[in-house]
Every structure is written in C-alpha cells, then in structure tokens.
C-alpha cells in the first residue's frame, strides 16, 4: 500500500512539474547561444546556411519513432551507439545536436563529443520546444 501511494504522490509530482520544465526549456531557447547551447535564434541562421554545420537528430528510439517530422537538414543517429557511429563525423565543423528535450542525451552527447575534438553544442530546448516555438521541420525520411 505504501508503495502505490508513493507512485500515485510521484505521478502527481511528475504531472504538476511537467509544464514548468517545459517553460523553462522555452525560456533557455531564446537565451543567446553560449559555447555549449545554441539558441533558437541563432540555429535559425544556421539552418538557412548550414553548409558549415552538421546537424544531428539524437532523440531515443522511441521519442523518434513517434514523430512524423525532423529539423531541416539534420541526420539522424541512435545516441546509445555514439562510440560506433562518432568517428565518421567531420572534426573541422561544428556540429549541433538535439534530442527530444535538450536535457540528458543532448548534455551527454556534447561531452562525449567535445571530449573527443569535436566543436558541438546542443540545441536549447530540444526539438519539442523547437517544434512549439513554430521552428522549421521536415518529414521524416524513411
């Protein structure tokens, strides 16, 4: 009994929590871009000229497999397989990464890549609050 109170208090948490982190993600997306996150106003230079950028869709399976729509020239890659996959990306680019919220796989990309020489930044918000905010989006290709 105990134990199903606590996960009925944690729900209840969860879903009362779950519009301010949303908000806060919106709010960190029209910050100015920093070394580590790009903002959404300077992603939307990049994506009219984004010859010098590589941009990749790292959102977890599912959150990927649920959504019709992608950024506009973005390449899409399993993020638990960063080790295999990581080698081939160009090193003189920088390279802006996004999963669904910007938080956990987004922050653990960039380290690994910038760990490993690479210039990359995670998009603020991730790509629910890109979406949201009216931000260009393509289908997905299959």
Not at 28 to 39: D, M
Not at 65 to 74: G, N, Q, W
Not at 101 to 107: A, L, V, Y
Request: charged share 25%; aromatic share 8%; with cysteine.
């Amino acid at each position: 009994m105990k134990k199903l109170f606590a996960c009925l208090l944690s729900a209840v948490f969860f879903v009362m929590l779950a519009p301010t982190v949303h908000a806060a993600d919106a709010a960190a997306a029209k910050q100015p871009s920093t070394e580590r996150v790009i903002s959404h106003a300077d992603l939307k230079k990049v994506l009219a000229q984004p010859d010098g950028t590589v941009i990749l869709d790292l959102r977890r399976n599912a959150d990927y497999d649920k959504d019709t729509v992608t950024m506009p020239a973005s390449r899409r890659f399993d993020p638990d397989k960063i080790a295999e996959w990581s080698g081939a990306l160009p090193k003189e680019k920088e390279i802006l990464v996004f999963c669904a919220h910007g938080r956990t796989i987004s922050d653990a990309s960039v380290n690994y890549l910038t760990k490993n020489g690479y210039k990359a930044r995670l998009v603020a918000g991730g790509f629910d609050t890109w979406k949201d905010a009216g931000g260009a989006t393509v289908p997905k290709s299959q």
